[in-house]
């Protein structure tokens, strides 16, 4: 079965500040991983995803995140936040012949002035 | 543009009505999903499907029924609301392995 930890629930940054959020899965299979967005009242954009290829993935909003297959993590960074990048991040992991999607617990991210 | 709708946004209604939540998806997608989640909290599957007259109940028990009759729509209905279904409620599609494309969700409000 397959299981994904993010390990932060909630990470407070200062605006402009790099950021990292941390997500760590399980799998016996190849996997593929994403990662969404979720902002207030919202429902969840998919900010970037690993399939194949190259480990270092770029996504939307200045995000990227690595692949990592020996330490089983895909964490996501970027340089420098922004106030509207205060939002619920969650990581997600499947894989090929699986039906559903499994979600981590989410990382709120709040950027302070 | 949404390629996949969710209405109403957001419902307030009296214990014991009738409510359905529509999820519509102009993607053709095969997979469509209903998951549940309070405010801040994780993701709850409640109800699936991997096609027409295909349904299956996710992870999360519910109390609501779903049914798949066309392709793009995929109700969930909940005979008699109560306190406890105030949540949000969000549907997704998905095709291959793509990852979900997600609605907007609907807010429910049970009073």
């Known amino acids: 079965a397959q299981s994904v930890t993010q390990l932060d629930s909630q990470v407070p940054v200062f605006e402009e500040a790099p950021v990292e959020l941390r997500c760590n899965y399980s799998s016996s299979v190849s996997v593929y991983l994403f990662w969404y967005v979720q902002y207030p009242n919202q429902g969840l954009q998919l900010l970037l995803k690993y399939l194949s290829g190259s480990t270092l993935v770029k996504g939307i909003n200045g995000f990227e995140a690595e692949f990592n297959k020996s330490q089983t993590s895909f964490h996501l960074r970027k340089p420098s936040v922004h106030i509207s990048d205060t939002a619920e991040y969650f990581c997600?992991?499947?894989?090929?012949?699986?039906?559903?999607?499994?979600f981590g617990q989410g990382t709120r991210l709040t950027i302070n002035p | 543009e949404a390629d996949i709708y969710q209405t109403p946004r957001y419902l307030v209604i009296g214990t014991g009505k009738k409510i359905t939540l529509e999820c519509s998806q102009t993607m053709g997608h095969d997979k469509m999903y209903w998951y549940q989640q309070d405010p801040g909290m994780e993701l709850h599957l409640i109800h699936y499907?991997?096609?027409?007259?295909?349904?299956e109940k996710g992870d999360l028990s519910s109390e609501s029924t779903v049914s798949r009759i066309r392709t793009e729509h995929f109700p969930l209905t909940l005979e008699s609301a109560r306190p406890s279904h105030t949540s949000q409620y969000l549907c997704?599609?998905?095709?291959?392995?793509?990852?979900?494309?997600f609605g907007s969700g609907t807010r429910l409000t049970v009073v």
């Open positions: 499907s991997y096609g027409v007259n295909s349904t």
């Open positions: 997600a992991v499947t894989s090929q012949g699986a039906q559903k999607l499994v």
């Open positions: 997704a599609s998905s095709e291959g392995q793509s990852g979900y494309t």
